[in-house]
T-cell receptor, first 113, second 114 residues
Framework: AQSVTQPDIHITVSEGASLELRCNYSYGATPYLFWYVQSPGQGLQLLLKYFSGDTLVQGIKGFEAEFKRSQSSFNLRKPSVHWSDAAEYFCAVASYNTDKLIFGTGTRLQVFP | DAEITQSPRHKITETGRQVTLACHQTWNHNNMFWYRQDLGHGLRLIHYSYGVHDTNKGEVSDGYSVSRSNTEDLPLTLESAASSQTSVYFC?????????????FGPGTRLTVL
């Protein structure tokens, strides 16, 4: 069965520091992978997605993610975090032709000035 | 601009009452989804629809029902609300039609069952 694991429940970083949020997936075929961000009291916004091709994908707000098939990972990175990046981040996987998403449990990012 | 809306944004109800949460999208999307978000569980799929008169059960469908009478709306009904259904509920829609289509999410409804 498909599943997504986000091992870090809560991460705290200083503003300006680099960030990496971990995501591991379990899926039989080539997965469609996504990162969403949820600001407090808001809905979910798509940061980036991977379908195929180049394993390093660029998203909005300066985020990027790298697909590593050998490690079943799709980690999210940002070189320099801003205070406005404080939010909850969800990794998700979708199966082909269904649009159904399976989400990880999320990572809450806190940013200190 | 096209959008997806949910109402009410907040709801408090009592155990045993029937509750209906509304979801309306103006994207003209075929696919619509309902999720619940709980601490430690992320978002879990409740029900989904691939078109008018089509409905399907998701991972956590017990105690919930949906119906799709038009393209724009997918109301979620809790037949007899339970305290375990206290949660934040998100509706989403996507275009459908093969391959993968990005899901667009509504702002959510916070439901409290006392």
């Amino acid at each position: 069965a498909q599943s997504v694991t986000q091992p870090d429940i809560h991460i705290t970083v200083s503003e300006g520091a680099s960030l990496e949020l971990r995501c591991n997936y379990s899926y039989g075929a080539t997965p469609y992978l996504f990162w969403y961000v949820q600001s407090p009291g808001q809905g979910l916004q798509l940061l980036l997605k991977y379908f195929s091709g180049d394993t390093l994908v660029q998203g909005i707000k300066g985020f990027e993610a790298e697909f590593k098939r050998s490690q079943s990972s799709f980690n999210l990175r940002k070189p320099s975090v801003h205070w406005s990046d404080a939010a909850e981040y969800f990794c998700a996987v979708a199966s082909y032709n269904t649009d159904k998403l399976i989400f990880g449990t999320g990572t809450r990012l806190q940013v200190f000035p | 601009d096209a959008e997806i809306t949910q109402s009410p944004r907040h709801k408090i109800t009592e155990t045993g009452r029937q509750v209906t949460l509304a979801c309306h999208q103006t994207w003209n999307h075929n696919n619509m989804f309902w999720y619940r978000q709980d601490l430690g569980h992320g978002l879990r799929l409740i029900h989904y629809s691939y078109g008018v008169h089509d409905t399907n059960k998701g991972e956590v469908s017990d105690g919930y029902s949906v119906s799709r009478s038009n393209t724009e709306d997918l109301p979620l009904t809790l037949e007899s609300a339970a305290s375990s259904q206290t949660s934040v509920y998100f509706c989403a829609s996507s275009g459908g039609g093969g391959s993968y289509n990005e899901q667009f999410f509504g702002p959510g409804t916070r439901l409290t069952v006392l």
